[in-house]
C-alpha cells in the first residue's frame, strides 16, 4: 500500500495527501511585487496538492533578485497574499510561504534604485540573470554586510514570517540552498568573513540558525520548514566539505522542532543528502528532485510520515493528485513561457476533465 494518497501532519500542517508543490519563481508579480490576480488563479488551480509551497517570495527588498518576483513586506503585498491564501484554503488546500533572499544573487536592474545588494561577503557570484531592461546580465557586485548589520537582515525574516501569518499561511519555509542569503552564508566560497558568521563551521551555520529561531518565535517551529541542499553548486554555491557544514548546520537545527526538513537530492554528486538529512534530522522529511510517481509512492510506503515534493510537473498539471491517481499522462510545458508575463503556460493547462 502506498501512502502517497493519505493524510499527514508536518508539525503543525495538515496535509490532505502527500503530494506536495514544490516552490516555483515564475516572475508573474504586480507592479508593486504583489502577487496578482493571476498569481491566486495560478495557486487555487494547484490547491489539492496536499501542500503548496510558494514560489521564493523576498522578505525585504534588498533580497529581491529577479525580475518580477513577489515580496511579503508591504501592506499591498500583505494583503494581495491573503487572496491567494483564501483562495487555496476555499479549495480545502494548505499552503506556506517560502522566504527567499537572494543576496548577492541578483541584478540591481531587478529592484528598486534604493534597495542594496547584500552578502556576507563582496564577492561577486560568477553568472547571469535575465533582466528586463537589457536581457541576461553578469550579476550584481554584492556588498558585505557589517556584522551590526546581520540582526537587521534576520528581523526581514521574522516580520515576513509575522506578514506571512497574517495574511493566512499556515506556515513558512526558509529558502536555504541555490545560492542564496543562507546558503552564502553556510558555503565557504562565499563567505569569507572573519568574524563571528564565518570561518569555522560553528560561525557559518550562525547566520541560517538565526534566522530560523527568529522564525520559529514568531509563528512557531511547528509551523516552519527549512529547504536545503548540501553539496548544490547553484548560483556558484561552493564549500570545502558540505556534508561537514550541513552535519553542523542540521545537529544545531534538530532541536527547533521544525515542522520539516525539505529535502533535494542530487544526482550528479556523492553526497546521499536523504541518509545525510536522515542522520541528523529527527523531524518529517519532505523529498524532492526527479520523483516520477512511481517512486514517489515507494519513498512513502518504505519511510512513513513523509511527502513528496514536485516541481516541474505541476507546471503544465494543475490537478497532479488527480492525474497521479489515475494513471493519466502528464501535460508538458513549454520552457519558453517559465518566467514570461501573463496566462500563457501558467494559467491556461486544463485539467483531467477539460472542465473544471
Ligand atoms: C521554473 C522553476 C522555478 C523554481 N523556483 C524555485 C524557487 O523559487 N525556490 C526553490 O526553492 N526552488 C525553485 N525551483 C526548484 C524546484 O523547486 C525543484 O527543486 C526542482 O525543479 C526539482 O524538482 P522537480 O524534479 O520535481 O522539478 C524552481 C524550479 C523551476 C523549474
Redo the contacts with the bound molecule.
Keep these: 500500500m502506498s501512502h502517497l494518497f493519505e493524510a499527514t501532519r508536518l508539525g503543525k500542517l495538515e496535509l490532505r495527501n502527500r503530494v506536495v508543490m514544490?516552490?516555483?519563481?515564475?516572475s508573474r508579480a504586480g507592479a508593486k511585487d504583489e502577487p496578482t490576480d493571476l498569481v491566486v488563479e495560478y495557486y487555487r488551480q494547484r490547491a489539492s496538492a496536499g501542500m503548496i509551497i510558494t514560489?521564493?517570495i523576498y522578505p525585504s527588498v534588498d533580497g529581491k533578485g529577479y525580475c518580477r518576483t513577489p515580496g511579503l513586506e508591504t501592506p499591498v503585498q500583505i494583503e494581495a497574499w491573503r487572496r491567494v491564501c483564501e483562495a487555496v484554503h476555499a479549495e480545502g488546500g494548505t499552503i506556506v510561504a517560502?522566504l527567499?533572499h537572494c543576496g548577492r544573487v541578483c541584478h540591481a536592474d531587478n529592484k528598486p534604485a534604493d534597495a542594496e545588494t547584500v552578502a556576507p561577503s563582496a564577492i561577486v557570484a560568477r553568472g547571469e540573470m535575465f533582466t528586463d531592461t537589457a536581457g541576461m546580465q553578469p550579476f550584481s557586485a554584492p556588498r558585505a554586510l557589517h556584522a551590526d548589520e546581520i540582526p537587521g537582515v534576520i528581523e526581514a525574516y521574522a516580520r515576513a514570517t509575522r506578514n506571512a501569518i497574517e495574511a493566512g499561511f499556515d506556515g513558512a519555509e526558509l529558502?536555504g540552498t541555490?545560492g542564496y542569503l543562507p546558503a552564502q552564508f553556510l558555503s565557504t566560497g562565499s563567505n569569507h568573513r572573519a568574524d563571528a558568521s564565518g570561518g569555522s563551521r560553528a560561525n557559518r551555520v550562525r547566520f541560517p540558525v538565526e534566522v530560523l529561531a527568529a522564525m520559529t518565535r514568531v509563528a512557531g517551529a511547528d509551523c516552519v520548514g527549512l529547504?536545503i541542499c548540501p553539496g548544490n553548486p547553484f548560483n556558484d554555491l561552493s564549500d570545502d566539505d558540505p556534508e561537514e557544514t550541513f552535519t553542523a548546520f542540521l545537529r544545531a537545527v534538530d532541536p527547533m522542532g521544525l515542522a520539516y526538513l525539505h529535502v533535494?537530492r542530487l544526482h550528479d554528486v556523492e553526497l546521499d543528502n536523504i541518509a545525510l538529512a536522515r542522520k541528523h534530522f529527527s523531524g518529517p522529511l519532505i523529498l524532492?528532485?526527479?520523483?516520477r510517481l512511481d517512486e514517489a509512492k515507494r519513498v512513502t510506503r518504505e519511510r512513513g510520515g513523509e511527502a513528496v515534493?514536485?516541481?516541474?510537473?505541476y507546471i503544465g498539471n494543475p490537478d497532479l493528485v488527480e492525474r497521479f491517481r489515475q494513471g493519466a499522462p502528464l501535460t508538458r510545458f513549454d520552457p519558453k513561457k517559465?518566467y514570461t508575463p501573463g496566462p500563457a503556460g501558467y494559467t491556461d493547462f486544463p485539467p483531467l476533465s477539460g472542465a473544471e
Aim: a positive charge; glycine letters at 8%.
Design positions: 514544490a516552490p516555483m519563481t515564475r514560489e521564493g517560502q527567499m529558502h541555490s529547504r533535494i524532492n528532485d526527479g520523483y515534493a514536485f516541481a516541474r510537473a517559465l
